[in-house]
């Protein structure tokens, strides 16, 4: 493939929209009332032999905002310490600042309209996204208000499986239990089992 084409092979291939892979980590389920602690994005193009593959990770830790509920399950669950000094958070704008402005950048240089959150449950993550980007006050959010791309439905058509671990496995990718429910590594991942599918199957319709 010309690599002059593989900026429009993007925008083609997913009707103009660029896909993001995200995870988040939190304090609970609720996105409006409960913290969000990690945010983790990860960039994807197409390489010169026409293979979907991981670009960049975008990756940060999250201060609570104000108000927010921490629930003790889910930070037992994730192993976070919301306040630990060493995890260099930063508030809730500035880490949505410095994820989604290299992703609006991504948008415009491969001729996409907008990103497209790209999830393991990807409702939870597009969720909690929308939240914090509205109780911020930040208009200009790259992803799609609703629409999303879901690697738990995609996993169980191409490998039977809708646990992350799961499907990783499966799909023959690594899987360290000790990394996972980190945002930054289970975004990594998620990556790979997107970006394995596409292949997958733009290899099985050419």
Same mark, same amino acid.
């Given at each position: ?7 429009? #092979?993007?925008? $083609?291939?997913? =009707?103009?929209? %660029? ?8 304090? *609970? &389920? ?77 948008? #415009?240089?491969? $001729?996409?309209? =907008?990103?497209? %959150? ?8 597009? *969720? &909690? ?78």
């Amino acid at each position: 493939m010309d690599e002059e084409d593989i900026p429009k #092979k993007l925008a $083609g291939r997913f =009707r103009g929209f %660029l896909p993001v892979i995200v995870d988040v980590e939190t304090a *609970g &389920f609720n996105a409006r009332k409960d913290a969000l602690l990690e945010i983790a994005a990860v960039m994807v193009d197409f390489d010169s032999d026409g293979q979907l593959q991981l670009t960049e990770t975008i990756a940060c830790n999250v201060l609570p905002f104000k108000g927010a509920n921490l629930d003790e399950k889910s930070l037992e669950f994730t192993g976070i310490d919301p306040w630990h000094p060493f995890r260099f958070a930063k508030p809730e704008e500035e880490a949505l600042g410095t994820v989604f402005s290299p992703i609006r950048k991504a948008v #415009k240089a491969s $001729g996409c309209t =907008r990103a497209i %959150l790209v999830g393991h449950n990807a409702s939870f993550d597009l *969720g &909690f996204i929308n939240a914090a980007a509205e109780r911020n006050k930040i208009k200009r959010n790259p992803f799609h208000p609703f629409s999303s791309f879901d690697t738990a439905t995609l996993a169980g058509l191409a490998y039977g499986q809708t646990v992350l671990a799961r499907a990783a496995i499966t799909a023959g990718l690594d899987w360290d239990q000790e990394q996972a429910h980190s945002a930054k590594y289970d975004a990594e991942r998620t990556a790979e089992l997107f970006c394995g599918i596409v292949n997958r199957w733009d290899a099985s319709n050419r």
